[in-house]
């Protein structure tokens, strides 16, 4: 079980996190070039750069600063950043390897308009730009694959919204969360048999069937990181979606004759809201569906902060998608397809040169 190693040392991937995003300094005033200059300030908006794996840890941050973040919180996974973006703006560009083409796009382009500019990078090109126009950087481990850091991708983001005074008095949750995340470590190793383990029970009633992933308002992240890790992990298709929307949408799909719903087993993430409006919206569905579904399991949370919450069911969630890879027989570290696109990509778009030419151009 080599494949349960990336998550074994989760938790003291979290620590890590913390404390090399705590080393981060950020300038007040950063001149880039004779006709450049930003101003690091409390921003006006926040935008999460990044795509795929990188991407998910803005998800989840955007999930927890609903209660915390008083300014507009976006997701960015695209070459372009929106066109209001601008010197208040905050754009965190976050790529693991560095060499993500979507994210050095955007990132160039916040960095040509002016905006306080950060990045969450191991290395790559992006690190080489970082170090080149002296953007604030938080630099991570070499050596993972992207969904596999997400303690380097999530941890880094809240340390930099308290950094520009976003948030604050916030170390109590990170800790919970951590040692949260320690014990449920403990129930979920290979070495814990099926009876007591909740991932392995929860990959093992996924193998027969399509998993269909649901959250709520504070799990919206946690749901479609759950999705794309048995995409990633387990190399299976799968579904994901979010309280209450899909009450508005996915639910006429059940209606669908029963020899087509029975192929799928619907996860409930039932974490963080505990109004009673949610809770009784999450029973009436679940209740709904129950006759159409291969199954229906439900995965509660741990912890009393939200931060913790969320964490405790991405956890249980994770490790699931490697037994069911284990189950399925393949390696959960293999990314064959989405190498063979990016290697297409790279021969036919070129965005990595023209990143490199508007660098030069903002220097010269």
Request: proline residues 2%.
């Given at each position: 079980m080599n494949s349960v190693k990336f998550w074994r040392d989760l938790p003291e991937q979290f620590e890590d996190a913390l404390q090399r995003a705590r080393r981060l300094e950020i300038p007040g005033r950063l001149q880039i070039s004779s006709r450049l200059v930003v101003n690091y300030a409390k921003p006006q908006e926040v935008l999460i750069v990044g795509m795929g794996g990188s991407a998910i840890g803005g998800d989840l941050l955007k999930d927890w600063a609903l209660g915390s973040v008083a300014v507009p919180l976006e997701v960015c996974r695209d070459y372009h950043i929106p066109i209001y973006a601008g010197s208040k703006s905050l754009v965190i560009a976050v790529?693991?390897?560095?060499?993500?083409?979507?994210?050095?796009?955007?990132?160039?382009?916040?960095?040509?308009?002016?905006?306080?500019?950060?990045?969450?990078t191991s290395g790559g090109i992006l690190a080489y730009l970082c170090r080149r126009m002296g953007i604030p950087m938080v630099e991570l481990p070499g050596g993972m694959v992207p969904r596999s850091a997400i303690a380097y991708l999530l941890f880094p983001l809240i340390v930099v919204l308290e950094k520009l005074g976003l948030v604050s008095g916030i170390e109590g949750e990170l800790q919970e969360a951590i040692e949260i995340l320690r014990r449920i470590r403990d129930e979920v190793v290979p070495e814990v048999p099926i009876t007591k383990n909740r991932s392995k029970r929860l990959a093992a009633v996924l193998s027969?069937?399509?998993?269909?992933?649901?959250?709520?308002?504070?799990?919206?992240?946690?749901?479609?990181?759950?999705?794309?890790?048995?995409?990633?992990?387990?190399?299976?298709?799968?579904?994901?979606?979010?309280?209450p929307e899909l009450d508005h949408n996915d639910v006429l799909g059940w209606e669908a004759p029963v020899e087509y719903t029975k192929r799928f087993t619907v996860v409930f993430l039932r974490t963080a809201d505990d109004a009673q409006e949610m809770k009784l919206r999450a029973e009436l569905t679940r209740d709904l569906i129950a006759d159409k579904a291969k199954r229906i399991v439900e995965v509660f949370p741990e912890g009393s902060s939200l931060l913790a919450k969320m964490l405790s069911i991405m956890y249980i969630v994770d490790v699931a998608s490697i037994y069911l890879a284990v189950l399925n027989g393949v390696d959960p570290t293999a990314t064959t397809s989405i190498n063979k696109l990016k290697s297409q990509l790279g021969d036919r778009t070129k965005v990595i040169d023209h990143v490199k030419k508007e660098v030069d151009a903002i220097l010269d």
């Open positions: 790529s693991y390897s560095g060499d993500t083409e979507e994210t050095l796009s955007a990132f160039i382009e916040a960095v040509s308009r002016g905006c306080m500019v950060v990045a969450v027969d069937s399509i998993p269909v992933i649901y959250g709520d308002r504070f799990s919206r992240g946690v749901a479609l990181r759950s999705r794309t890790q048995v995409n990633e992990n387990s190399k299976l298709l799968a579904l994901s979606g979010f309280l």
